[in-house]
């Protein structure tokens, strides 16, 4: 069992930044893969970023890509999501999520991953 919480939500104006903080449970978190993904009021749960176990497979949305950076500390259990030039697009309650999948590669479908957080809502103002 795996329980991940997020934190580091809030309100922004456009073009401001928040750093999104995920942290587990447990003594494997080095072996999972995590994930950040966000829904908006309507419409589907969308992926957002992925970084592997060892962080050398990385993956953004193109929506994303030059303006989110996904890390993570296996130390400390936590991984990071660094949200830069927001716009108010980027308004969702963003959850990071685990894929315990011993595979290397990050996964991008939300059916993949196995444990989610509460979500923490994330709302950008024009």
Known sequence: QVQLVESGGGLVQAGGSLRLSCTASGRAFGVYAMGWFRQ?????????????RSSLDIVYADSVKGRF?????????????????????D?????CAADINLGSRVRIVVDDYNYWGQGTQVTVSS
């Open 91 to 95: 308004t969702a309650v963003y959850y």
């Open 69 to 89: 950076t996904i890390s993570r500390d296996n130390a400390e259990n936590t991984v990071y999501l660094q949200m830069n030039s927001l716009k108010p697009e």
């Open 40 to 52: 908006a009021r309507g419409k589907e749960r969308e992926f957002v970023a992925g970084v592997s």
